[in-house]
């Protein structure tokens, strides 16, 4: 059985940080890479950053700079580092991880969400 368990979520004023963490059990994350997704209310969910198994990284514009995804291989845990958050941060964020799947390159399992909500 799969699962991925993300922690790490909560209240924090613009400019602060959080670090997200996602452990997986029944699957590698060193053998199909993850990434992370987040929806904000009203909105639907975005692709945030991908971690490929090689270790390459991808970013979207809107956080390219201020978040960083990172892999502890022997932990099987992949984090999310967050700076500089702002409002428009504020969302559920999803780990990802297993295969890819389908033409939108998300990939098979989804964590429960972790709350990250950045007041003004």
């Known amino acids: 059985q799969v699962q991925l368990v993300e922690s790490g979520g909560g209240l924090v004023q613009t400019g602060e940080s959080l670090r997200l963490s996602c452990r997986a059990s029944?699957?590698?994350?060193?053998?199909?890479?993850a990434a992370w997704y987040r929806q904000a209310p009203g909105k639907q969910r975005e692709w945030v950053v991908s971690?490929?198994?090689?270790?390459?990284?991808n970013y979207a514009d809107s956080v390219r700079g201020r978040f960083a995804i990172s892999r502890d291989s022997a932990k099987n845990t992949v984090y999310l580092q967050m700076n500089s958050l702002n409002p428009s941060d504020t969302a559920v964020y999803y780990c990802?991880?297993?295969?890819?799947?389908?033409?939108?390159?998300?990939?098979?399992?989804w964590g429960q969400g972790t709350q990250v909500t950045v007041s003004s």
């Open positions: 990802n991880g297993g295969p890819v799947e389908g033409a939108s390159d998300s990939r098979k399992y």
């Open positions: 029944g699957i590698s994350f060193s053998r199909y890479g």
């Open positions: 971690l490929a198994v090689g270790g390459a990284t």
